[in-house]
């Protein structure tokens, strides 16, 4: 088992910045690849960004490339998701999950964090 938990949501104005972090504990983080999602009201939950086990490979929604920067830290058990230059309908509740082998849908993740809502103002 893998418990993450998400934290650095809030609200924020338009064209502004705000950094996720997730903190995974149970077994080795290391053996995961990570993943951030979100999840608008009323809408399916969507793929944001994605990193892989040493956290030299990313791959990015189009909607987000650019703007948003997913990173890893081994030793502090951590992936973020650095969002800049914010956007109304980046507005979602945002969720990182740990994969054992990986992929862009949701379904190719093993377990997922209680969420942190980010809300952009225009």
């Known amino acids: 088992q893998v418990q993450l938990e998400e934290s650095g949501g809030g609200l924020v104005q338009a064209g502004g910045s705000l950094r996720l972090s997730c903190t995974a504990s149970?077994?080795?983080?290391?053996?995961?690849?990570m993943g951030w999602f979100r999840q608008a009201p009323g809408k399916e939950r969507e793929f944001v960004a994605t990193i892989s086990l040493g956290g030299a490979r990313t791959i990015y929604a189009d909607s987000v490339k650019g703007r948003f920067t997913i990173s890893r830290d081994n030793a502090k058990n951590s992936v973020y998701l650095q969002m800049s230059t914010l956007k109304s309908e980046d507005t979602a509740v945002y969720y990182c999950?740990?994969?054992?082998?990986?992929?862009?849908?949701?379904?190719?993740?093993?377990?997922w964090g209680q969420g942190t809502q980010v809300t952009v103002s225009s």
């Open positions: 999950a740990a994969a054992r082998i990986g992929g862009l849908s949701t379904t190719d993740y093993d377990y």
């Open positions: 149970g077994r080795t983080f290391s053996n995961y690849r």
